[in-house]
């Protein structure tokens, strides 16, 4: 099948010299991959892009090379993003958003229309090599109260009927990312689906089942650590847990493997006890909350990464980690919904500009992170408060300035919270000004507000610069100029 082309690439062997030699190498070939165990786990990432300032996607697909990341999940199908994965050879995650759902259930032609300009114009030899599509992002999360959950498997059956009609139904998988609040239980063994769910799950299950599709799940200790003051501390770590859960014979020493097996049983509550299992998102947020640091983010995803990488398993799956593991995420994200907490906008094991946050060896060649090469930023200038005013009247400004641009760092737990009162409207001053491009208008907050050039950091607080994802401007104008006497000279010519 075409498309088979991109892993056959990579796995070219040497020509053998003779037949026999040949017959030797597939024999061995063929038994080795039949007996051993299958690979590890793969390391991929979340790409999202709710952003003030977005990187180039060219110089984040550099970034995913450089580390050698060969797995990205995202989380809509934005063109300029599919366009510069294009011939990276990075396998990818497409998302539809959860409000797409009522459409693509309900039109076939919608679905017909979805695949096409969003799947199969790019899966093409040298193109995009997209293997899975996440049908909505936690459609069944219960804060949600049942919005989307009728529309997921009626929009899978449309789409798997798109993507036969596109010969892509072998390749390109559909998948369901759901939150792990999909099932419960106090205890792993005892793990189901919420009850209202059950009938769905069966559809879904059976579907990906024979499609040969992974159930795809998010799980979060972070977000159990922040919920539940009860929640002990290092239960959430792969170090060890001075307060392990016993479940019958099986002791488990971190919420990831309890959580994991949860859904194992839950699963075979339903009859697939074998199911494949990825995991959608999984990180901790390294600012904006107590618990939310650099530190804890690193022994995390390393204590994960090691965890995973080692093949140990869980007590349900022992010598079976999940298939995959998509960590959350690649990037900061500052324009994102504050509503779960002032944490959201911090979960990137690279800051919003691809620097590296802290070391972290992925397992996949580098024993460090890499920083993003060649981000453009803005001029080395900052908006501060000017001191020589009287800031009695700041309030309002303030409260508009981290409206619009991103203050969560400056909250309790968060790196810039001992700052100062000064240091505080400074902070404001300048996020809303680099949010602004630096547009000098944007600093004024009635004469309160000056630009400077002496990087106003403090420690571990951070006055960002913004970066750029434009070209250098006068070069679209350009671009549209030349099109424009294209057309008109082609008019003419007609
Ligand atoms: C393709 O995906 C993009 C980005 O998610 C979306 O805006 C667009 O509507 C999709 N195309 C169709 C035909 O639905
Ligand atoms: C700075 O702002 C944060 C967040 O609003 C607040 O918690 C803190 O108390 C402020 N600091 C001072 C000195 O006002
Ligand atoms: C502008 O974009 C082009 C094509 O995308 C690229 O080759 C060039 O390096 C960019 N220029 C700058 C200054 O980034």
Redesign the pocket.
């Known amino acids: 099948m075409k498309l088979q082309s991109h892993h056959f690439e990579r796995d070219r062997m040497p020509k053998p010299t003779t037949l026999a030699a040949t017959l030797v190498f597939a024999v061995t070939f063929l038994l080795l991959s039949f007996s051993l165990p299958s690979a590890e786990s793969a390391i991929g990432v979340n790409w999202g892009t709710i952003s003030f300032h977005r990187l180039k996607p060219s110089t984040v697909v550099d970034l995913l090379k450089d580390n050698k990341i060969q797995k990205v999940k995202l989380f809509?199908?934005?063109p300029d993003v599919l366009g510069a994965l294009t011939g990276s050879g990075i396998q990818v995650m497409v998302g539809i958003?959860n409000d797409?759902l009522a459409t693509l259930s309900s039109s076939t032609a919608?679905a017909d229309?979805?695949v096409r300009?969003?799947v199969s114009r790019y899966v093409v030899k040298g193109g995009v090599d997209i293997r899975y599509v996440a049908v909505g992002n936690e459609p069944f999360l219960s804060s949600y109260a049942g919005q989307f959950q009728s529309y997921v498997v009626p929009t899978m059956l449309n789409l798997q009927q798109s993507l036969a009609k596109a010969n892509l139904a072998g390749y390109v998988k559909l998948v369901v990312p759901c939150n792990a609040d999909a099932y419960e239980s106090t205890l792993p063994s005892q793990g189901a689906f919420r009850p209202e769910l059950t009938q769905i799950m069966t559809q879904l299950v059976s579907f990906l089942n024979s499609n040969g599709a992974p159930f795809i799940v998010n799980i979060y200790p972070f977000l159990s650590l922040y919920g539940n003051s009860d929640f002990p501390q290092d239960y959430a770590f792969f170090e060890g847990s001075s307060h392990p859960v016993t479940d019958g014979a099986n002791v488990y020493y971190n919420a990831f493997d309890g959580n994991y097996d949860t859904l194992i049983a839950a699963l075979t509550k339903l009859g697939y006890p074998q199911m494949p299992i990825v995991i959608g998102e999984v990180g901790w947020p390294s600012d904006g909350a107590i618990g939310a640091d650099l530190t804890a983010a690193r022994v995390f995803n390393q204590g994960l990464i090691n965890h995973v990488l080692s093949n140990k398993g869980t007590p349900l799956r022992p010598g079976a980690p999940p298939m995959d593991i998509y960590l959350f995420s690649l990037l900061d994200e500052g324009a994102k919904s504050v509503l779960p907490g002032n944490f959201e906008r911090h979960w990137g094991i690279f800051s919003f500009d691809g620097q590296a946050k802290y070391p972290l060896n992925l397992g996949l060649g580098n024993r460090v992170l890499k920083n993003a090469r060649n981000v453009e930023y803005l001029p080395s200038r900052w908006c501060v408060a000017n001191p020589s005013r009287d800031l009695s009247d700041v309030a309002n400004h303030m409260k508009l300035a981290c409206t619009v641009a991103d203050c969560t760092t400056l909250n309790y737990g968060g790196s810039c919270n001992g700052i100062g009162a000064k240091g505080n409207i400074s902070y404001a001053f300048n996020s809303y000004y680099q949010l602004q491009m630096q547009n000098e208008k944007s600093c004024d907050f009635d004469g309160l507000g000056m630009v400077t050039f002496l990087d106003p950091s403090v420690g571990e607080c951070r006055f960002l610069v913004g970066v750029t994802d434009k070209n250098a401007s006068g070069f679209r104008p350009y671009n549209r100029w030349i099109i424009t006497s294209i057309l008109l000279v082609w008019f003419f010519i007609m």
């Open positions: 809509d199908a934005d958003p797409m919608a229309l979805w300009q969003n």
